[in-house]
């Protein structure tokens, strides 16, 4: 299986990961409890019962998992802050030892030759702020901005890259409206309330960040998908199709990069809400401009009409929109293998924002295992990221202005709600004896890199 792809000079290549998901040390070094692990504490929230303890235990193995990427050949790494570590009760005093963590990391990649691109959040809110009501109060937006601040201000001299939020999608509506993620709430309208207050968070923190970090770039991390219809498409299949693209794409790429939400979606939440959750001046405030845009993307979303006045998501303004099975070739999360659709969901992105992008995450679960030749045989993950990288090319050889490539992930992680069970990593992690494996397909991806970079 070969990939000879070339890519434009200058684009980046990195791997990806998120704080709670890597760390573990949740009780260490001044760190306070996070939604996620109050979430995980609730028997059947979290597979098999998992914590995010130990995690990879990336918290002490920080300097051996640096020296990993550097074999790897990474020139950047995408990592999060955890908000609980840096300031545990969530706005106030900065923790000095949780900061320190951090400010060694970013050291240490320098040191690597590694490019570090930090997001400020990747949904572990601490859970002294959603004691006060989360991502549903608008008080969040000057929490985050603290935040912010606080971080930017101690890393900001090394950092040139930061993102404000991570998928707002999934840390509102599939959190607060779907109760997959923590918080764990199942309200229709509470999702488009949460997810209104993160964009004005992040609009809050982006001249923070560029007051305390001049010349930084300053980007958001989005989940886009492309949402396809049936093939034969009634003129309800295509109002469904219009529903379902607005939860999940037009709800953010409007306020972002247009400064209003799509009037449509106002309209078919009209019964939920008169919109005054919307107060003057925030879409200003919301769409403050940035440098770059993240974009995650893993599949397709499919839907088809439903029965007249179904919800049966529970997704603000998807009244009608019945979800249709993923078709093709499935990975382990049961994710449709669509490189067609991530090519479209990158032109579209690259269009709606007009901005550069970097792909922040993609890659693919499957049920690795180390073979008797203590390697970690991975063809399946292998093949999707030929093909995905191969979209990656089509979209800029149409006009796509994309600088970067992250996998998903750098190493096996607690994948959320699916506890350990999932295996997203191009290195394995034997979670009892945190043992690192390089998979077939993380060797394929170092030589990728190496070609691109003239190594052998």
């Not at 005054?276 to 919301?286: E, Q, R, V």
């Amino acid at each position: 299986m070969t990939f000879d792809t070339t890519f434009p000079d200058g684009f980046l290549w990195g791997a990806a990961t998120a704080s709670f998901q890597i760390e573990g040390a949740t009780t260490e070094g001044g760190r306070s409890a996070s939604i996620w692990d109050t979430f995980a504490a609730i028997e059947g929230n979290v597979a098999n019962k998992d914590t995010g303890d130990p995690a990879c235990e990336h918290y002490h193995r920080m300097p051996q998992d640096v020296v990993m990427m550097k074999a790897l050949g990474l020139d950047a790494y995408r990592f999060s802050v955890a908000w609980p570590r840096v300031i545990p009760d969530g706005v106030g005093a900065v923790n000095a030892e949780g900061i320190d963590f951090y400010d060694r990391l970013v050291d240490q990649l320098l040191d690597n030759g590694i490019r570090p691109f930090v997001t400020l959040y990747h949904w572990d809110l601490p859970q002294v702020l959603d004691d006060r009501g989360g991502w549903l109060s608008r008080d969040s937006a000057p929490w985050f901005g603290e935040y912010a601040a606080a971080v930017v201000g101690r890393l900001g001299d090394r950092v040139r890259n930061w993102t404000t939020l991570n998928e707002p999608w999934c840390s509102s509506f599939l959190s607060y409206s779907l109760a997959h993620h923590a918080p764990g709430h199942a309200d229709e309208l509470e999702g488009l309330l949460a997810a209104h207050h993160l964009m004005l968070a992040h609009g809050t923190a982006v001249p923070i960040i560029r007051d305390l970090c001049p010349g930084a770039e300053v980007s958001i991390t989005l989940n886009p998908t492309q949402v396809l219809g049936p093939q034969d498409p009634t003129a309800a299949d295509l109002d469904a199709v219009r529903r379902a693209d607005n939860n999940y794409n037009g709800v953010f790429y409007s306020p972002l990069f247009h400064g209003e939400y799509p009037n449509s979606m106002l309209e078919d939440v009209a019964h939920l809400t008169d919109g005054s959750f919307i107060h003057d001046g925030d879409l200003s405030t919301i769409s403050a401009p940035l440098d770059n845009l993240g974009v995650n993307n893993y599949f397709p979303t499919r839907v088809r009409a439903g029965d007249p006045g179904a919800n049966p998501t529970r997704l603000a303004g998807c009244e009608g929109v019945e979800a249709v099975a993923p078709q093709g070739a499935l990975t382990d999360m049961g994710w449709e293998q669509n490189p067609g659709a991530h090519r479209q969901i990158l032109l579209r992105s690259a269009h709606e924002s007009g901005l550069p992008v970097y792909i922040t995450e993609n890659g693919s679960a499957w049920a690795d295992t180390v073979s008797a030749d203590g390697a970690v045989h991975d063809p399946e993950r292998t093949a999707y990221l030929h093909s995905h990288l191969q979209a990656v090319r089509e979209a800029i050889d149409e006009g796509a202005d994309i600088r970067g490539y992250f996998a998903w992930s750098l190493m096996d992680n607690f994948e959320w709600a699916f506890g350990y069970d999932k295996r997203f990593g191009i290195v394995h992690v034997d979670y009892d004896s945190q043992v690192r494996t390089i998979k077939d397909s993380g060797h394929e991806y170092a030589r990728i890199i190496a070609a691109h970079h003239g190594r052998s």
